[in-house]
């Protein structure tokens, strides 16, 4: 069973900056696609950003938020840059095999969510 540990979350200023990070207890073929989904209050979780061999980003953070992986570690990152209060929600980590997809309900693993603030 692949457990996921999300970290990073705060409370930041509009413009400012975090960095979040995703532990995965192991790397497997299960984990091979790494995406990070936030869920804002009273709306649906939408796609942020995957990772495997490329990347894809949403339009509203592209240019701004960058996903990476330390495969030695068994960890992804979510560089967040000039974030906005519309940024503001819980981000999930999450994970599938194989193919990448911006459809949350393709993703067989999830972390428990880190809270991101951005204050206007």
């Known amino acids: 069973q692949v457990q996921l540990v999300e970290s990073g979350g705060g409370l930041v200023q509009a413009g400012g900056s975090l960095r979040l990070s995703c532990a995965a207890s192991?790397?497997?073929?299960?984990?091979?696609?790494m995406g990070w989904f936030r869920q804002a209050p009273g709306k649906e979780r939408e796609f942020v950003a995957a990772i495997s061999g490329s990347t894809y980003y949403a339009d509203s953070v592209k240019a701004r938020f960058t996903i990476s992986r330390d495969n030695a570690k068994n960890t992804v990152y979510l560089q967040m840059n000039s974030l906005k209060p519309e940024d503001t929600a819980i981000y999930y980590c999450?994970?599938?095999?194989?193919?990448?997809?911006?459809?949350?309900?393709?993703?067989?693993?999830w972390g428990q969510g880190t809270q991101v603030t951005v204050s206007s």
């Open positions: 192991v790397r497997t073929a299960s984990t091979s696609v």
């Open positions: 999450a994970a599938r095999p194989v193919a990448m997809y911006t459809d949350s309900t393709r993703y067989d693993y």
